[in-house]
Every structure is written in C-alpha cells, then in structure tokens.
C-alpha cells in the first residue's frame, strides 16, 4: 500500500509556471511506474505524464517541451514541472502509481491548476 499527496496546484495566468509534487508515503524505489494524470469537468482523465523506475518518461502530446516530470527516490516524492501554461491545462491534476504503464494501482486525491487567459 501506498499513500500519495498532492501538492502545488492554483491559480497562474497564461504563460506562468507551476511545479506539483507528489509525496508517497513509503519509498518509491521500487515502484515501476508513477505519473500524473489530468481531468476537466466533463472530460475523460488523461494521462499527462510518466516516469519509469529507470527514469524513462513519457509525455501526452499535448504536454511536450513544455511539462517535465521527475522523481526523487530519497524524498519519495514525485515533481510535474509546468512551464508555459496555457488556459487549457485548466484541470484536476492526479498522482498514481504502479508496477508499470497501463496499471495504475494507486491515486492520490488530486490538486487543482486554474490557468487564466
């Protein structure tokens, strides 16, 4: 079992930077897979972005060269570091966890990022 707590979502404008942080509340060293997962109101979650216990990341599309995702193994604590926000990251920004892409046996409770145009 494991515990994750969001952190670091609010209010930024258009252009702005935000940095989330997932704390896990045991070591994530053996973890295979964290990430960050996004939901709008009325829209489907959607993965934002993983990384793999070897560091390999993966980013939606929509995500690339702008959000960066890392992990610190000694903190237990996972980052999603966003940069040139735009009014359509607009959503509720979830932390899961799990032994590899695809299975996701663990979420946190989400942290919201408004960005205004």
């Known amino acids: 079992q494991v515990q994750l707590v969001e952190s670091g979502g609010g209010l930024v404008q258009a252009g702005g930077s935000l940095t989330l942080s997932c704390a896990a509340s045991r070591s994530i060293f053996s973890i295979g897979v964290m990430g960050w997962f996004r939901q709008a109101p009325g829209k489907q979650r959607e993965l934002v972005a993983t990384?793999?216990?070897?560091?390999?990341?993966n980013y939606a599309d929509s995500v690339k060269g702008r959000f960066t995702i890392s992990r610190d193994n000694a903190k237990n604590t996972v980052y999603l570091q966003m940069n040139s926000l735009k009014p359509e990251d607009t959503s509720l920004y979830y932390c899961?966890?799990?032994?590899?892409?695809?299975?996701?046996?663990?979420w946190g409770q989400g942290t919201q990022v408004t960005v205004s145009s």
């Open positions: 899961t966890a799990g032994p590899r892409s695809g299975s996701y046996n663990y």
């Open positions: 990384i793999t216990r070897a560091g390999n990341t």
